[in-house]
Every structure is written in C-alpha cells, then in structure tokens.
C-alpha cells in the first residue's frame, strides 16, 4: 500500500501531523459523526419544542385551522394554574407515582437481593420474571382489561376464590377506590423486573472484600445489610426511582387503555388529560401551555433529583 | 459433612439460598400467570373465554386465529347451505358459527408496517446513535456536557406534549401516516438513548488500540470501521434490543399520528371487536402473535440486554 519511502517517511512523522495528513481530518470526521444525530434532534425534538412554545402563547385550535390566531400571552398558562380538572389529573398522577415507585423498589430490591443469593437456576428464573417488561403497554392495558372484569376475569375470579368476596363485586375498573390500584398493579407487575435488575447490577457492584472484612469484625448479617448492602446499593436503587418516575410520569398508553382515565376521571393521569384538551377537544394553544408546564416540571425535578443522586454517589 | 468448612464467608448458606429460591419461583410463577391466561385464551372458542368461573380446562380451538386473520359477516344458515364446500379449515370454522369469510382483516398489513417502522427505526437510531457516540467519545467537541445533557432532556417530555405540534408539522410536510413519518420519529426519539449508551460502551474501549492502527497507515475511519466497531458489537447489540423493543411497542405516537396505511399492530389489536364486545380470543391470539418476535430476540440476546440496562446503572 505505502512505498518504501512513504514507509519510512511516515514512520519519522511525529504522530499528531500523522493523524492528520491521512483521510479527513479529525475535525471535520467529528462533524460529520455528529451532525446528522444532532440535526435529527433539532428537527423532530427541538424544533416542535419551540413551536409548542409559541402555540402556548396563541388560542390556536387545530380543527380549525383558518380562524385568525390570536396572541393571549399568558393567558393560558393562568387558566391552566386556576383548573380544578388539570390540579385533580395531577393529583391522580401524583397518587400513581408515589405508589408505583414505592411498590416496585420495595420488591425489586427485595427480588434482586433474592436473586443474588444464587441459588441453582437462578439465571432461568430470572429470565422468566423479566417477560412482562418486553411486552407493549398499550396491549397489556387492554388484556389486563379483561383480566379486571367482574365475572370473567381471571383477576376478579381468584381474588374471590381467596378472600370469599363474590367475584360481581370485586369492581377493579369501575369502583372509584379501586380503580387507581388498578392501574398500580399493572405497572409495578410490568416494571418489577427493571428495578430488580438495577438493584442487581447495584448488588453485584459490592466488592466481597468488604463482606469479608465485616465478617473478620465480627458484624452480624442485619449489620453487614443496613451498613454496607443499602448504602452501596443506594446510587442503583434512586438511579431507578429516577428512571421509572420519569416514565410513570409521562405515562399514557396503559393507562389509556385500560381505564380510559376513568370511571370519570379518576385516573385521568396528566398525559391523558392533555390528549383530552389537544386531540379531542383542540384547544391546541391551551394543551401546548400544559404540555410545557409538564416538560418543565419533570426536568426541573430531574435536575434536583439528579443532584442529590451525584451526592450520594461521592459518598 | 460439615457445613462449618465448607462455608466461605460470602457464599449464602443452603438454606438461606433453598428460601430464596422459594420465593423467586414463586414471584417468578405468579407473575407469568396473566400471559399463560393470554396464551389459552388465544385458544379458546368465544363463549369460552367469558365464561364463568374462568374455564381452566377447555377445548382448544383456533376460532380466535382464524377471527383475527379474517373479516366475517353472518349469514342465514338456509344461503350457508347453498355454499361450495369449505375449502380451508378456518372456513369451516366460521361456517360452523353461521358466518361466511368476507376477506382478510388488516391484522397482516398491520404486522408488517410494525416490522418495517421497528426494524428500520432501529437501524437508523442505532447507526446514527454510533456515529455520534463515537464523535463525542473521541474528539474534543464543545459544550459536550450540556449537549449530552439536552440530548437525554428530549425524552423527558410526554409523548403526547411531542405529538401535538408533530402532528401539525406531518400535516404540512404530507407525512401524516406515512412509514417515512413514524420511522423519522421512533429514530429521532431513539437516537438519544443510543447516543448515550454507546458513548458508554465506546467509553469503555481502549484508544490505543485506534492509535495504534493510526501508526501503523490505518485512516482515522478506517480504524473506526475495522478497530473500534468489532469491539463495540456487544454494546451495539444491546442499544439496538431497547430502541427495538420500544420502537415495536409504541402506542401513543402510531394511535395519534396514523390512521390506516401506516398504522402499526399496537393501536390496531385493542380494536379488534366481536360480536357484542371485544373477541378475546381474537385480541389474545393477535398479541400471542406480536409477542413472539419479542420475546425471541430477547432470548437470543438476553446477555446484551442485561448489559444494556444495567450499563445505564453502572457506567453513569
């Protein structure tokens, strides 16, 4: 490929000017890595992002595209703060991410740590637990829909074989108390697995030599569990509350299908009351301020979340 | 045999692992419960599936297939008689609950747009997603926190915030249900979870060995084409399952965003209606059907997919 005397001329050349002199230069390869990902992005993200601003701003409505638009600042915004029906979908988005989050890191963790005693079979078990996560929750929304009818469903069927309570009763879907423990249950029986598997990465991250070295102070399990296990887990385990109170927060398609956001609007969760105001009912400009007002919610929490999470991870 | 010897300090004794195992298996069995209950009732006649208490043994029937393969309309029995013979075995089927086979229903159509929108989605985000990963692993670019940082920030917002001014975009563009329009979104909305995974693993491989083969007359794509990417196929399998399995998943934006000629499996399944009511067996044999793609490829590749998640957890 390189002659004798290129050879040997390339070998003399200090390696920095060697980079540079062959193919495109670096910078221009980092620029041409880059940019189409970073072009994508502006497009498809960005972009819509800074039109949603500006609707937000308008009294725009999607279905009827020829009517003057009209400025109204912040109009929408203080209608949106004054609602009583967008305070109660946050309220019931609220209820399903504090308890989804404490459902699935509560066993998750409780699994993973299982799971790490490694006993025989262990990898095919795990394996096993890990289906429901794989599966789309817009479809799990609507079996588990069938799985929470009064009669038929399976659901209703054993809890009435275990407690007594005549299956007609047992109203998963349409009962207003239960209905939020509805959509709780088939979240945390979707995403268990993903907590447990953070927590397992955590668990396994633990050197032995630490437990060897509490079991040489003579430290007793409960001991070694609260002083070494928690702490070194802890950074897993918040990196995953981050993670899926992120997603539960945006959460749309199982709920959606499974209770409609109902009976009334019980769990009407913020995404679904937004696909309500943008898509049925067009107050584009209105859904767009509400749609802004959650993006800035969930990453103004993240950024304080994160934070803390750096902290602990110094420790 | 004494269990004193023969126990290491962090090995778990036996009996602790025998009650772990307990309970795994038996989380691990009740949690599989509701998609064996899918998986039967796939199999199960209509008046089956509703019947109550819920019928545990029955006799299987391939009715729910043949329903979500086919479009029916009911006929009097007198006009059924007249017929020509049943020629396939689904045709009796049908006969047999006086209705004829009108045609076959979208559910096939629908599959495809799913395997075409997720495949290639995956593939774009996931060739871009390494490119980009690439560039910011291993050249100086300015601004390279914040930017990581507003790339992971684009999937903060709700779907449903993004879809309002997508779809008003698509209508002018003409992309509205289009294969072209989904997949530009599923990649754009996947390329920021691969850019940031694979920077990790790419983080990971050592520089020297591409400045070594930079030495040695190798261009610097060549040494990313021949060095790096033999090096990175594990992380790249594992960043190609997540954007697949969220791609092959999607609701919000295929429900919201197409209608009819590119509308994936997700919205179409839940839609599938009987007579009075949703055909459960139909529903339960379409997404029996919509699983097995899945749940082979995670089989395949669970080893890259623990990694991949875990990755997010460890490497961060």
């Known amino acids: ?315 | 045999m004494s269990l004193a010897s023969a126990h290491s300090v962090v090995e778990p004794r036996p009996w602790t692992k025998r009650i772990a195992a307990v309970l795994v298996i038996a989380y691990a069995l009740i949690s599989i419960v509701p998609l064996l209950w899918i998986f039967a009732t796939s199999f199960k006649t209509p008046p089956d599936s509703i019947a109550y208490p819920p019928k545990i043994v029955f006799q299987p029937s391939v009715e729910g297939y043949c329903n979500l393969f086919t479009t029916r309309t009911r006929q009097e029995p007198g006009y059924i008689e007249s017929l020509p013979p049943a020629t396939t075995f689904c045709d009796e089927v049908t006969r047999k609950r006086n209705m004829v086979i009108a045609g076959p229903s979208n559910f096939v159509p629908r599959f495809i747009n799913s395997l075409v929108i997720a495949f290639g989605s995956t593939f774009c985000a996931v060739f871009l997603g390494t490119l980009a990963a690439y560039g910011f692993s291993r050249f100086k670019v300015p601004l390279i926190d914040d930017l990581l940082f507003f790339i992971l920030s684009t999937r903060m917002m709700p779907p449903i915030a993004v879809a309002i001014p997508i779809y008003l975009m698509y209508r002018e563009l003409g992309l509205n249900d289009t294969a072209l329009g989904m997949i530009l979104l599923y990649t754009s909305v996947n390329v920021s979870l691969a850019v940031w995974l694979l920077k990790g693993f790419i983080d990971e491989i050592p520089r020297e060995y591409e400045e070594a083969a930079m030495i040695d007359g190798y261009t610097r794509l060549q040494a990313f084409w021949k060095v790096v990417l033999p090096q990175a196929t594990t992380g790249i399998a594992a960043t190609a399952i997540f954007c697949l399995i969220f791609a092959w998943n999607e609701y919000a934006f295929a429900a919201l965003l197409t209608s009819g000629t590119a509308q994936t499996a997700p919205p179409f399944i839940p839609q599938i209606i009987g007579e009075g009511g949703q055909d459960w067996p139909a529903v339960a044999a379409g997404t029996t059907i919509f699983l097995v793609p899945i749940l082979v490829f995670t089989i395949l590749l669970r080893k890259q997919l623990l990694r991949g998640i875990t990755f997010g957890a460890v490497r961060k």
């Open chain 1, 1 to 315: 490929m390189l002659n004798r005397t290129a050879e040997s001329l390339a070998r003399a050349t200090p390696a920095p000017i060697a980079r540079r002199v062959r193919g495109l230069s670096d910078k221009g390869l980092a620029w041409l890595f880059i940019a189409p990902t970073i072009i994508l992005l502006l497009a498809i993200n960005i972009f819509p992002l800074f039109w949603a601003i500006g609707l937000s701003f308008t009294n725009y409505r999607a279905n009827r595209p020829n009517e003057p638009i009209k400025n109204v600042g912040l109009q929408n915004y203080e209608r949106i703060l004054g609602d009583a029906d967008i305070w109660h979908a946050m309220q019931a988005t609220a209820h399903f991410v504090v308890w989804t989050i404490v459902l699935q890191t509560v066993i998750g963790f409780m699994l993973a740590y299982l799971i790490d005693r490694k006993f025989r079979g262990h990898a095919f078990w795990t394996t096993i637990i890990l289906v429901p996560m794989m599966l789309s929750p817009a479809v799990v929304g609507n079996f588990w829909r069938f799985l929470y009818e009064p009669q038929i469903g399976l659901f209703s069927y054993a809890v009435s074989f275990i407690s007594g309570i005549p299956a007609t009763q047992v109203q998963m879907l349409s009962n207003v108390s239960l209905a939020p423990w509805s959509i709780i249950i088939v979240d945390t029986w979707m995403w268990t697995p993903y907590v447990m598997l953070i927590c397992l990465a955590g668990l396994r991250s633990i050197p032995d030599y630490i437990y060897e070295a509490a079991e040489v102070d003579r430290a007793s399990p409960w001991r070694q569990f609260w002083s070494i296990t928690l702490p070194m887990a802890l950074p897993f385990i918040m990196l995953a509350i981050l993670f899926r109170g992120i997603e539960n927060f945006k959460m749309f398609d199982m709920v959606n299908l499974l209770t409609g956001g109902g009976p009334g609007s019980t769990t009407e969760v913020a995404s679904i009351t937004l696909k309500r105001e943008a898509f049925e009912k067009w107050r584009t400009g209105y859904s767009s301020a509400f749609a802004i007002i959650l993006f800035v919610a969930v990453f103004g929490l993240a950024n304080i979340y994160v934070k803390a999470l750096n902290r602990v991870k110094q420790r």
